[in-house]
């Protein structure tokens, strides 16, 4: 599937353990997700939902964060789409530079568009967020993709 037919919902009450469960089950921090329940989203193909992400806004900077598909549906293009869609999401808000850190998968943001960068280049709004500042290792991968 090249380019698939994905929606995307912002996360609410009832899909917020799915957003945890789905980052947990994947390695990724969720430890902050409800106290930030405002900047995930669930993505849903053919109405099942195949995978979460999400992007913190700050001014002109965004964290993407929390990019997670369902194993069964891995290979079939949603990741990108997801983070495409996201992409997409933060420059209609004004963002324009995301930075995430990766721990598995610095290739998959490579092919995205995304370059490797020292943490101190981010700005201090991203370097103050609980992922930057708490929740990821230091051994986390910095990258950054202007939009």
């Not at 930075?99 to 700005?123: K, M, N, V």
Request: net charge negative; proline share 6%.
């Amino acid at each position: 599937m090249d380019d698939p037919v994905l929606t995307l919902e912002p996360a609410d009450d009832d899909t917020l353990p799915y957003v945890e469960a789905l980052l947990e089950e994947n390695g990724l921090p969720s430890a902050d997700v409800r106290s930030k329940p405002g900047c995930f989203h669930v993505a849903f193909a053919a109405g099942e939902r195949v995978g979460v992400g999400g992007v913190e806004v700050h001014g002109s900077a965004g964290l993407l964060r929390s990019l997670a598909v369902e194993r069964s549906v891995r290979g079939r293009g949603f990741g990108t789409a997801i983070c495409e869609r996201l992409e997409a999401a933060a420059r209609a808000d004004g963002v324009g530079t995301l930075y995430l850190l990766t721990t598995t998968a610095p290739g998959f943001f490579a092919d995205r568009g995304y370059a490797e960068i020292e943490r101190s280049e981010a700005p201090d709004a991203i370097r103050g967020t609980t992922e930057f500042a708490d929740l990821c290792p230091e051994t986390a991968v910095p990258m950054r993709k202007r939009l």
